[in-house]
């Protein structure tokens, strides 16, 4: 079965500074996507970042970047120059490439950032 | 271009009565998928629908069950509601296949609470 696992219920980091989510995933599977998904308050599911497994290169958007390690099952999240906009719930998730329709989810990690 | 539109974002039932959720994806996505979330189980797949055909389905009892319309909008139905089905129930819409990699888009769910 896949599964996510996200180590850390609750993160926190000062404003302006770097913080970094761990999340690992099991799978026997080859060839698949993983995402990091950001969750306000306003509980809107907010795609932040992808990767594809096949790409060795780490994906990045603006200050969000990832670490992704194939070998280990491990797609860590990292937060540049964290702002207070990006407090909320993060959750990592995992699709099979040309499989099942459905995401797999971590429990979460609340981030809080700290003025 | 208007987002994935849930209704009614808050209800109440009660124990025994059945409830309709409603999801409007994103003109042109025809897959359809409802998530459960819940503190405890975090989020849960339900099911998939597209094109009107429900193409997976989680690991929920009968009582839960949804359709699709001609138009990809797509409603669930929970009948005999029980206590443990107070959750936030998400919707998420994507483009077929390879396009669903690009990541899903969430609707803000609806709360519902079984009193």
């Known amino acids: 079965a896949q599964t996510v696992t996200q180590s850390q219920p609750e993160m926190s980091v000062q404003e302006a500074e770097t913080v970094t989510l761990s999340c690992t995933y099991d799978?026997?599977?080859?060839?698949?996507?993983l995402f990091w998904y950001k969750q306000p308050p306003s509980r809107q599911m907010i795609l932040v970042i992808r990767?594809?497994?096949?790409?060795?290169q780490n994906a990045t958007e603006n200050r969000f970047s990832v670490n992704f390690q194939k070998a280990a099952k491990s797609f860590s999240l990292k937060i540049s120059d964290s702002q207070l906009g990006d407090a909320a719930m993060y959750f990592c998730?995992?699709?099979?490439?040309?499989?099942?329709?459905?995401?797999?989810f971590g429990k979460g990690t609340k981030l809080t950032v700290n003025p | 271009k208007a987002g994935v539109t849930q209704t009614p974002r808050y209800l109440i039932k009660t124990r025994g009565q059945q409830v309709t959720l409603s999801c409007s994806p994103i003109?042109?996505?025809?897959?359809v998928s409802w998530y459960q979330q819940t503190p405890g189980q975090g989020l849960q797949f339900l099911f998939e629908?597209?094109?009107?055909?429900?193409?997976n389905k989680g690991n929920f009892p009968g009582r839960f069950s949804g359709r699709q319309f001609s138009n990809s909008r797509s409603e669930m139905n929970v009948s005999t509601l029980e206590l443990g089905d107070s959750a936030l129930y998400l919707c998420?819409?994507?483009?077929?296949?390879?396009?669903?990699?690009?990541?899903?888009?969430f609707g803000s769910g609806t709360r519902l609470t079984v009193v």
């Open positions: 003109s042109g996505h025809r897959s």
């Open positions: 998420a819409s994507s483009l077929e296949g390879d396009e669903a990699n690009y990541g899903y888009t």
């Open positions: 629908y597209f094109s009107e055909t429900q193409r």
């Open positions: 799978t026997s599977e080859s060839d698949y996507y």
């Open positions: 998730a995992y699709r099979i490439q040309g499989g099942s329709e459905k995401l797999v």
């Open positions: 990767q594809e497994a096949y790409k060795q």
